[in-house]
T-cell receptor, first 110, second 114 residues
Framework: QKEVEQNSGPLSVPEGAIASLNCTYS??????FFWYRQYSGKSPELIMF????GDKEDGRFTAQLNKASQYVSLLIRDSQPSDSATYLC??????????FGKGTKLSVKP | KAGVTQTPRYLIKTRGQQVTLSCSPI?????VSWYQQTPGQGLQFLFE???????NKGNFPGRFSGRQFSNSRSEMNVSTLELGDSALYLC?????????????FGPGTRLLVL
């Protein structure tokens, strides 16, 4: 089992819709969880992090964490074509370093 | 505040050569992590340096090494380059406090091994 798993996509949604991105992790000792966005040819940039069970909202983005199910998700409301990118889920392990999933490619169609 | 900088941005080397990449973290950040990104494997953790000491290490061969200087700048070295080392090498800086601290990425160095 891979440490951090994401559906590679591509996930295609129409403009204005909600995009739902999912991530599962294997290390139950994981402490904190991050979502990064990476545009083609660019480096990853942080969208948000979460470390408590439940939801965390920041603008159009909502991160959801369920430690019992070892599941993290990112919801993007009112998706825009500029949201088209690869979304990387990262998990901080009990040893302290970040482990990244391979990313989900999101395409928002006008 | 200036972001993370990496030099050089692009490199072309041949098999068997060695290469050194440099990373300057955000001012005040004491931790630098290095990652290799390839289309097939995604972002893979190489190692992390904190206060001039290697704090964590990923599953890469000994040909990959790094160091950190007293001003927190870091270098990574790859010796005896192989074709499979062609990748985007990213460094990320953070405060080093762990927990929910955020890593900020540099623009990366794209290495092509011929």
């Amino acid at each position: 089992q891979k440490e951090v798993e994401q559906n590679s996509g591509p996930l295609s949604v129409p403009e204005g819709a909600i995009a739902s991105l999912n991530c599962t992790y294997s290390d139950r000792g994981s402490q904190s969880f991050f979502w990064y966005r990476q545009y083609s040819g660019k480096s990853p940039e942080l969208i948000m992090f979460i470390y408590s069970n439940g939801d965390k909202e920041d603008g159009r983005f909502t991160a959801q964490l369920n430690k019992a199910s070892q599941y993290v998700s990112l919801l993007i409301r009112d998706s825009q074509p500029s949201d088209s990118a690869t979304y990387l889920c990262a998990v901080r392990r009990s040893q302290g370093n970040l482990i990244f999933g391979k990313g989900t490619k999101l395409s928002v169609k006008p | 505040k200036a972001g993370v900088t990496q030099t050089p941005r692009y490199l072309i080397k041949t098999r068997g050569q060695q290469v050194t990449l440099s990373c300057s973290p955000i001012s005040g950040h004491r931790s630098v992590s290095w990652y290799q990104q390839t289309p097939g494997q995604g972002l893979q953790f190489l190692f992390e340096y904190f206060s001039e000491t290697q704090r964590n290490k990923g599953n890469f061969p000994g040909r990959f090494s790094g160091r950190q200087f007293s001003n927190s700048r870091s270098e990574m070295n790859v010796s005896t380059l192989e074709l499979g080392d062609s990748a985007l090498y990213l460094c990320a800086s953070s405060s080093g406090s762990g927990g929910s601290e955020t890593q900020y990425f540099g623009p990366g160095t794209r290495l092509l091994v011929l």
